[in-house]
Nanobody, 117 residues
Framework: QVQLVESGGGLVQPGGSLRLSCAASGTIFSWNDMAWYRQAPGKQRELVAS???????NYAGSVKGRFTISKDNAKNTVYLQMNSLKPEDTAVYFCNAVYIPTNGNYWGQGTQVTVSS
C-alpha cells in the first residue's frame, strides 16, 4: 500500500522560508510523477509544483521563482523549498504521487503552512 507522509509545515513570518518533505513507501519511487498541491480555506485544491519521474519540473505562476521542488530517489522523498513566503501561501499542503505504470493516484494527509506576523 502506497503511503505518503508530509512533514515540515508550521508557522512562519512573511518573507521567511520553510522546507516541506514527503516520504513515500510501498511504491517504486522513481516510477512516480510527484507533486505538491495546496488548499486554502474556502478554496479549491491547486497545483503548486510538480516533478516528473525524469526530473522535469513545473510551477504555478504564483510561486515561480520562490518555490523549488526536488526529489531524492535514494531516500524516496520529494521536497518543496519555499522562500519569500507570503500570507497568501497559507494553506494545507498535500503531497501527490502518480504511479506511472498504473496511473494510480495517491495523496498524503497534508501539512499546515501558516504565513503570518
Amino acid at each position: 500500500q502506497v503511503q505518503l507522509v508530509e512533514s515540515g509545515g508550521g508557522l512562519v513570518q512573511p518573507g521567511g522560508s520553510l522546507r516541506l518533505s514527503c516520504a513515500a513507501s510501498g511504491t517504486i519511487f522513481s516510477w512516480n510523477d510527484m507533486a505538491w498541491y495546496r488548499q486554502a480555506p474556502g478554496k479549491q485544491r491547486e497545483l503548486v509544483a510538480s516533478i516528473t519521474s525524469g526530473g522535469s519540473t513545473n510551477y504555478a505562476g504564483s510561486v515561480k521563482g520562490r518555490f523549488t521542488i526536488s526529489k531524492d530517489n535514494a531516500k524516496n522523498t520529494v521536497y518543496l523549498q519555499m522562500n519569500s513566503l507570503k500570507p497568501e501561501d497559507t494553506a494545507v499542503y498535500f503531497c501527490n504521487a502518480v504511479y506511472i505504470p498504473t496511473n494510480g493516484n495517491y495523496w498524503g494527509q497534508g501539512t499546515q503552512v501558516t504565513v503570518s506576523s
